[in-house]
């Protein structure tokens, strides 16, 4: 067994795989890896920059679930509009605009997340609260016919206190749980909550996560270059 299939291996040892999905993040790893992992039965990999994910996606096999998890420049959603399996990162109404629109052409409903900013730093993007919210109450998510929203995503502080990683992601839970129950027409449909990455997935999946984003835990650490 290969050192990414013994990790993955040990990873998915230690969570609940019915109630926790993973998603492998392979950034910036070659497509040798990502092969492995499918080679031991691995099928979702999850990506952030549109020009690699598309090269991912032609050099790999197409049964891959592939996730686009970083934020996403509107001129770039063409580029897997018909493939990606669902975008974590719907953090501004431009992008969910346009998302619609390539949807639209492609007569494809596109699966996404809406993206909450739940950490204090303001590099991290995404709805506020009462802005997602009001998105949702006003009826106004249904002016986008082609995109599926599935619920939420969140990033926590950067941090080494784990009280406020926990209270962040707390928050957002508490949100979802309050839209799926407010929202008659969407809110059943809003059961994916993305939050977790290698450094705070425990502290995610007690507070509720469904959806984790790994990365070098699974992948070892990336080097950029
Ligand atoms: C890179 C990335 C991850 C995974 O990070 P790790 O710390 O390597 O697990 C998760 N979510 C997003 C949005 C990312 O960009």
């Given at each position: 067994?290969?050192?990414?299939?013994?990790?993955?291996?040990?990873?998915?040892?230690?969570?609940?795989?019915?109630?926790?999905?993973?998603?492998?993040?392979?950034?910036?790893?070659?497509?040798?890896?990502?092969?492995?992992?499918?080679?031991?039965?691995?099928?979702?990999?999850?990506?952030?920059?549109?020009?690699?994910?598309?090269?991912?996606?032609?050099?790999?096999?197409?049964?891959?679930?592939?996730?686009?998890?970083?934020?996403?420049?509107?001129?770039?959603?063409?580029?897997?509009?018909?493939?990606?399996?669902?975008?974590?990162?719907?953090?501004?109404?431009?992008?969910?605009?346009?998302?619609?629109?390539?949807?639209?052409?492609?007569?494809?409903?596109?699966?996404?997340?809406?993206?909450?900013?739940?950490?204090?730093?303001?590099?991290?993007?995404?709805?506020?609260?009462?802005?997602?919210?009001?998105?949702?109450?006003?009826?106004?998510?249904?002016?986008?016919?082609?995109?599926?929203?599935?619920?939420?995503?969140?990033?926590?502080?950067?941090?080494?206190d784990p009280t406020q990683i926990k209270e962040e992601f707390k928050a957002l839970k508490s949100f979802q749980e309050k839209m799926q129950t407010d929202q008659a027409v969407l809110g059943p449909d809003l059961d994916i909550l993305s939050m977790g990455m290698s450094g705070d997935y425990q502290i995610a999946i007690e507070e509720g996560s469904n959806m984790i984003r790994v990365g070098s835990a699974i992948f070892g650490p990336r080097q950029y270059?």
């Amino acid at each position: 067994m290969s050192q990414v299939q013994e990790r993955l291996r040990s990873f998915l040892q230690n969570i609940d795989s019915q109630k926790v999905k993973l998603v492998a993040v392979s950034k910036t790893k070659p497509n040798e890896l990502i092969q492995e992992a499918y080679d031991s039965g691995w099928k979702r990999f999850g990506e952030n920059k549109v020009q690699e994910l598309a090269e991912k996606y032609e050099a790999l096999p197409k049964d891959i679930e592939w996730h686009l998890i970083g934020s996403l420049q509107t001129n770039k959603v063409k580029y897997i509009a018909p493939f990606v399996a669902l975008i974590h990162s719907l953090d501004r109404l431009k992008l969910i605009k346009e998302v619609n629109k390539q949807g639209e052409k492609i007569q494809r409903k596109i699966p996404g997340l809406i993206q909450i900013h739940i950490a204090e730093e303001a590099t991290k993007s995404g709805f506020s609260f009462e802005e997602a919210e009001a998105f949702l109450s006003s009826g106004e998510a249904s002016n986008y016919p082609f995109v599926s929203f599935k619920g939420f995503m969140g990033m926590a502080t950067n941090t080494n206190d784990p009280t406020q990683i926990k209270e962040e992601f707390k928050a957002l839970k508490s949100f979802q749980e309050k839209m799926q129950t407010d929202q008659a027409v969407l809110g059943p449909d809003l059961d994916i909550l993305s939050m977790g990455m290698s450094g705070d997935y425990q502290i995610a999946i007690e507070e509720g996560s469904n959806m984790i984003r790994v990365g070098s835990a699974i992948f070892g650490p990336r080097q950029y270059h």
